[in-house]
């Protein structure tokens, strides 16, 4: 396949919190942005921490999508930086020390746990996180109805490039962590990629559920008590309308038969991704990773 880092072409300086018809949707996905700002830069570092153990010759190609992966990651963090600056302002004073604790939390796990245990936190983020692919392209077109592009796009272009490298931090994890002896592939295999699957959507929640919290605070403090009732219903109506698929997805996560290159691809992603790449309408630019000789 080709290897190719794609550099959107978005203008967030007129997008605002509110970008969405749906308070609540907008405003759980703003909540979700909170997440890349901080973890890919970490994971980027526990990458290359990794790399450095693999076999140059054996590993060639683990280790060129590797890299390929961590590029992608590189655009997707400096994207969610800047649209976050639409909500990280006075407006919203807890948005940032929330993130900057998670940022912290992250950076003390690198240097003070396993590398194999920060490869499982990855890898959980990767394949728990990864539930919400088809969630986004097939099941919000009722949420989508008016929002501003600006954040479809963006959050387009990062989902559709979380499926395409769906792959890398699995495979890494288990050359790394779950091969050797029937002991090691068993419990690294499954039951310590699992740890880090809970681990990653347990402590990556609170800091989602804590941003998201705080952003509905702010504006429910200037509704009217059935303005606010509304609100409270459409948010508890978004979650339930999602629950049970989330759920049926994670499902296959946990399954010790877990193969993230089993995923089937969401609908219109090719298209949608062309957009980004070189040539397309949303392209700032794109690299073409060249095959390892």
Known sequence: MDYIVRIPDINYEECFPKWAPNLEFA????????????????LIKVFNEAKALLDPAKDA??????????????????????F???????????VEPIGRQYG??????????????????????????GVFYRRWFEDFDEYRKGAREEALLLFDW?????????????KLYMRLAATG???????????????????????????????RRHLLD???????????????????????????????????VLSPFYNP???PAPAGIESMLANFAKGGKHAKGSQRRAPRT
């Open 27 to 42: 405003m759980t996905w703003n909540s979700f942005s909170i997440l890349p700002a901080y973890l890919e830069p970490y």
């Open 61 to 82: 190609a683990l280790i060129e999508q590797v890299e390929w992966f961590c590029a992608q990651e590189g655009q997707h963090y400096r994207q969610h930086i800047m």
């Open 84 to 94: 976050n600056r639409v909500f990280q302002t006075p407006r919203y004073p807890e």
């Open 104 to 129: 912290k939390d992250l950076e003390n796990f690198r240097k003070s746990r396993s590398l194999i245990f920060n490869l499982a936190y990855v890898e959980g983020f990767e394949s728990g996180g």
């Open 158 to 170: 990062h989902m559709g490039e979380e499926f395409e490298h769906r792959e890398v931090a699995f």
């Open 181 to 211: 002896n029937v002991f090691r592939r068993i419990w690294y295999g499954y039951f310590y990629r699992i740890y880090g699957v809970l681990k990653t959507m347990g402590h990556g929640g609170q800091c989602i559920d804590a941003v």
């Open 218 to 252: 702010v504006e429910r403090r200037e509704m009217s008590p059935p303005e606010a009732k509304a609100s409270l219903a459409r948010e508890a109506a978004f979650s339930k309308s999602i629950f049970w698929k989330v759920l049926g997805d994670l499902i296959v």
């Open 261 to 263: 290159a089993n995923k």
